[in-house]
């Protein structure tokens, strides 16, 4: 089994800054594309931003020059650092990662719990 387990999340000021994190464990071969997503309330999720497994990464135009996306790979982990909060980046914010169980597993998609963000006015 696989899972992923988000922390950080939690209320702050607009201009605020917050640091979310995101461990994969259990039976991992190998994780390909890692991200970040989020989904406020009345609203479809949406992909906040994604880095490979080579540290190539690309953001959503709303956050770019605010949010940054790194990772870990010696410990299967996963990082948004988030500056400059607005109030609409109030969501829930949700991780995922591309895994391969073994060598005769196929790629599959795994999700986080999610973890609330609040970016008070």
């Known amino acids: 089994q696989v899972q992923l387990v988000e922390s950080g999340g939690g209320l702050v000021q607009a201009g605020g800054s917050l640091r979310l994190s995101c461990a994969a464990s259990?039976?991992?071969?190998?994780?390909?594309?890692m991200g970040w997503y989020r989904q406020a309330p009345g609203k479809q999720r949406e992909l906040v931003a994604v880095?490979?497994?080579?540290?190539?990464?690309s953001y959503a135009d709303s956050v770019k020059g605010r949010f940054t996306i790194a990772r870990d790979n010696a410990k299967n982990t996963v990082f948004l650092q988030m500056n400059s909060l607005k109030p609409e980046d109030t969501a829930v914010y949700y991780c995922?990662?591309?895994?391969?169980?073994?060598?005769?597993?196929?790629?599959?998609?795994?999700w986080g719990q999610g973890t609330q963000v609040t970016v008070s006015s």
């Open positions: 995922k990662a591309e895994i391969r169980r073994g060598v005769m597993y196929l790629l599959a998609d795994y």
């Open positions: 259990g039976s991992i071969f190998r994780i390909n594309d």
């Open positions: 880095i490979s497994s080579g540290g190539n990464t």
